[in-house]
């Protein structure tokens, strides 16, 4: 069974940092497109990044330059590096998989950006 499993959300202030992790299991994580997706509370959930197996990355325009995403095949973990965080990020966090058109999504974590 295939879990994807956030952690390192939360509550901080404008200009702050967070790093998000996500945990995979189930699945052979070296293969496919890992990701981060977010919602904002009224708001479809848009792409944040991607990375590639091969570790190419893909990121929404709103967080070039902010956000750094990254992954650790033994570990089976993806991590998002958010630096300079603004209200505007405030959003459910998403860890998202994608190999060969198969997605798996996990439950999603808060992060609050507020002073």
């Known amino acids: 069974q295939v879990q994807l499993v956030e952690s390192g959300g939360g509550l901080v202030q404008p200009g702050g940092s967070l790093r998000l992790s996500c945990t995979a299991s189930?699945?052979?994580?070296?293969?496919?497109?890992m990701g981060w997706y977010r919602q904002a509370p009224g708001s479809e959930r848009d792409l944040v990044a991607t990375i590639t197996s091969g570790g190419m990355t893909n990121y929404a325009d709103s967080v070039k330059g902010r956000f750094t995403i990254s992954r650790d095949n033994p570990k089976n973990m993806v991590y998002l590096q958010m630096n300079s965080l603004k209200p505007e990020d405030t959003a459910v966090y998403y860890c998202y998989r994608d190999y060969r058109g198969v997605e798996h999504w996990g439950k999603g974590i808060l992060v609050t950006v507020s002073s």
């Open positions: 189930g699945i052979n994580f070296s293969v496919g497109a």
